[in-house]
């Protein structure tokens, strides 16, 4: 579908932090699928029912990754939730997105690992792991495979300030 490698390391180019609005307008300098990719992934989120509460919330970092094995996205992590934005990996001709958010006060626990063998320098090399909490306080493990492991540092901070109760104030 979209080359891990090489949009990890466009977006780990991209000057953060920036608004969610400046991420979504900034002009994506891609080509081919990773452009389409990109373009379609941030016009559904700037149409998405929820826009208005993370459009004015800085991006720290920014990555692809894959929510499940049929599942490609985007991550964002902002000042106090991540965001994902995915669409099925099945569908190569269309792409029906869908926008989780996991915030800051049901994060309950976090751990970052990577791949045996592979190194930051290999942008798809990381896995998130993350337990939030539902609204009917059941504890559920979400997990991102093929975290830019470079962005691990903004993670362990997040989850610091999780643990502190306090915000992230910058990258």
């Not at 993370?54 to 985007?74: E, N, Q, S």
């Not at 099925?88 to 869908?98: A, I, P, V």
């Not at 751990?111 to 290999?122: A, F, N, P, R, Y």
Request: charged share 30%.
């Amino acid at each position: 579908m979209i080359q891990y490698k090489v949009l990890n390391e466009y977006l780990d180019n991209i000057n953060l932090p920036k608004t969610i609005e400046e991420v979504l307008s900034h002009k994506y300098e891609l080509e081919g699928k990773e452009y389409d990719f990109m373009n379609s992934a941030n016009q559904y989120l700037k149409v998405h029912e929820n826009y208005e509460t993370y459009r004015g919330k800085d991006a720290h970092c920014m990555g692809t990754c894959l929510t499940d094995f049929t599942r490609v996205g985007i991550y964002f992590l902002l000042e106090d939730e991540i965001v994902t934005v995915n669409t099925s990996t099945l569908n190569k001709s269309d792409f029906k997105w869908e926008v989780f958010h996991f915030p800051f006060s049901e994060v309950d626990d976090l751990e970052l690992l990577v791949i045996e063998g592979m190194t930051d320098q290999d942008y798809e090399a990381g896995i998130l792991y993350f337990k939030v909490q539902n609204d009917k306080g059941a504890r559920r493990t979400h997990v991102l495979r093929n975290v830019n492991p470079r962005h691990f540092y903004c993670f362990e901070k997040f989850y610091d300030n999780i643990k502190n109760s306090r915000k992230i104030s910058g990258s």
